[in-house]
T-cell receptor, first 117, second 109 residues
Framework: GAVVSQHPSWVICKSGTSVKIECRSL??????MFWYRQFPKQSLMLMAT?????????EQGVEKDKFLINHASLTLSTLTVTSAHPEDSSFYIC?????????????FGEGSRLTVL | GQNIDQPTEMTATEGAIVQINCTYQTSGFNGLFWYQQHAGEAPTFLSYNVLDGLEEKGRFSSFLSRSKGYSYLLLKELQMKDSASYLC??????????WGAGTKLIIKP
């Protein structure tokens, strides 16, 4: 299957700082990537859809100025959590579909666990 | 509204068979996915059903009934490594996956 890689896997930061998470498709091009957040024992929550070369589409209730998404190339999307606070501590996961097929399976990155002190 | 109903937790014995049920309501339907998620890890794809019936893939099988809004995942010859959460995720008319909290499966020796 296709490979999606996320970095970093773990990050601890102080409140008020910004954290950048990278998501790369290693062996395929992804015009669209998806960013999720998951709190313990809860479902995946779609935060935004990242589109290569254009603005991301954010889900209702997700602050676009706080969660900056940049999809600069067909293999890289970044999520920056700006001015992070303890309530932003969560498991952030990116995913992508191969070939842009809308019904294709999603390949997920390993996830990034953010802890804000 | 859109919703998914799965048992929160199930327990089974190593070597046995377990069936995880899922009922769903979505705005439109473009198939249903099952994913496995081990604790602290990202989900991995198990199956995709878009037509009614049973899809078999090794020890795992998935069934879909579109008219009933129902699917199940069948796991045979359970192994300890199958202990994980199993996520039922139907896709709506906008090709958005709808995620529930999943079913935590505990395998006992």
């Amino acid at each position: 299957g296709a490979v999606v890689s996320q970095h970093p896997s773990w990050v601890i930061c102080k409140s008020g700082t910004s954290v950048k998470i990278e998501c790369r498709s290693l062996d395929f091009q992804a015009t669209t990537m998806f960013w999720y957040r998951q709190f313990p024992k809860q479902s995946l929550m779609l935060m935004a859809t990242s589109n290569e070369g254009s603005k991301a589409t954010y889900e209702q209730g997700v602050e676009k100025d706080k969660f900056l998404i940049n999809h600069a190339s067909l293999t890289l999307s970044t999520l920056t959590v700006t001015s992070a606070h303890p309530e932003d501590s969560s498991f952030y996961i990116c995913s992508a579909r191969v070939g842009g097929r809308e019904t294709g399976e999603l390949f997920f990155g390993e996830g990034s666990r953010l802890t804000v002190l | 509204g859109q919703n998914i109903d799965q048992p929160t937790e199930m327990t089974a014995t190593e070597g046995a068979i377990v069936q995880i049920n899922c009922t769903y309501q979505t705005s439109g339907f473009n198939g249903l996915f099952w994913y496995q998620q081990h604790a602290g890890e990202a989900p991995t794809f198990l199956s995709y059903n878009v037509l009614d019936g049973l899809e078999e893939k090794g020890r795992f099988s998935s069934f879909l009934s579109r008219s009933k809004g129902y699917s199940y995942l069948l796991l045979k010859e359970l192994q300890m490594k199958d202990s994980a959460s199993y996520l039922c995720a139907p896709m709506d008319s906008n090709y958005q996956l709808i995620w529930g909290a999943g079913t935590k499966l505990i395998i006992k020796p």
